[in-house]
C-alpha cells in the first residue's frame, strides 16, 4: 500500500548547520509530495510541495526535489536557525477514481541550539 | 483571510459518549479534510468531503462520520467513544480545483481526552 518513511528523531543540530531529513514514498501511480511543519500547540502549515517528478519545492531557505527514480523527497536547509525548532512532517497524496487520499510519515523532530 | 477554525480547542469525553467537533474552512476553499493525530505520530487521514459528499475516506470504522454544510463548514462525529480515540483531530481545507493543485490549510486542532 501507499506509506511515506521519514528519519526517526529528534534531530538536533548547532545553529547555521546544514539540515537534511529524509523522506522515502512508496505510491501507485504519480502522487504529489508535501513537507508540513508543527509548532508546539499548533496544527500544521505548508513548508512546501511538489507535483510531479523532477519539480523542486522551496520556502524559507527549505528545498525539496522530487526524485522519481529513488521515491525520495528529502528536505534541506542550508543553515538552520533556532526558530527552525519544530516537528516536519512528509507527505503525499495520491488520487484514485476521483477520490483523494493523504498519507504523513511520522514526523521528525528537529532541535536547533544557539 | 480567515483561515481555518476549529472547535472546541480542548474536550474530555468518557468511553462510549459522543462527540461532534467543528470546523469553518478558509474563505474561498469548498473542500474540508479531517485527521486524527496521536500523540508523537503523523496524521492519519480519517476523510475529506466535497461539495457535500464524502470524497475519500481512510481506515476508519464507520463510527467516524462526517458532514459538510453548504457553507462548506464541516463536523466531524465520533460515536461509542473508545480510549485509544484520544488524540488531537485536525481539520484542513482547500480548494479542490484547478485538478492536482490542491494544497491543505490546516486549522489549530480540537484535542479530545477519552476517559
Known amino acids: 500500500g501507499d506509506s511515506v518513511t521519514q528519519m526517526e528523531g529528534p534531530v538536533t543540530l548547532s545553529e547555521e548547520a546544514f539540515l537534511t531529513i529524509n523522506c522515502t514514498y512508496t505510491?501507485?501511480?504519480?502522487?504529489?509530495l508535501f513537507w508540513y511543519v508543527q509548532y508546539p500547540g499548533e496544527g500544521l502549515q505548508l513548508l512546501l510541495k511538489a507535483t510531479k517528478a523532477d519539480d523542486k519545492g522551496s520556502n524559507k531557505g527549505f528545498e525539496a526535489t522530487y526524485r522519481k527514480e529513488t521515491t525520495s523527497f528529502h528536505l534541506e536547509k542550508g543553515s538552520v536557525q533556532v526558530s527552525d525548532s519544530a516537528v516536519y512532517f512528509c507527505a503525499l497524496r495520491v488520487v484514485t477514481s476521483g477520490t483523494y487520499k493523504y498519507i504523513f510519515g511520522t514526523g521528525t523532530r528537529l532541535k536547533v541550539l544557539a | 483571510e480567515t483561515g481555518v477554525t476549529q472547535s472546541p480547542t480542548h474536550l474530555i469525553k468518557t468511553r462510549g459518549q459522543q462527540v461532534t467537533l467543528r470546523c469553518s474552512s478558509q474563505?474561498?476553499?469548498?473542500?474540508v479534510s479531517w485527521y486524527q493525530q496521536a500523540l508523537g505520530q503523523g496524521p492519519q487521514f480519517i476523510f475529506q468531503?466535497?461539495?457535500?459528499?464524502?470524497?475519500g475516506r481512510g481506515n476508519f470504522p464507520p463510527r467516524f462520520s462526517g458532514l459538510q454544510f453548504p457553507n462548506y463548514s464541516s463536523e466531524l462525529n465520533v460515536n461509542a467513544l473508545e480510549l485509544d480515540d484520544s488524540a488531537l483531530y485536525l481539520c484542513a481545507s482547500s480548494s479542490i480545483l484547478p485538478v492536482g493543485e490542491e494544497t491543505q490549510y490546516f486549522g489549530p486542532g480540537t484535542r479530545l481526552l477519552v476517559l
Open positions: 474563505s474561498g476553499h469548498n473542500t
Open positions: 468531503y466535497y461539495r457535500e459528499e464524502e470524497n
Open positions: 505510491a501507485t501511480g504519480y502522487p504529489s
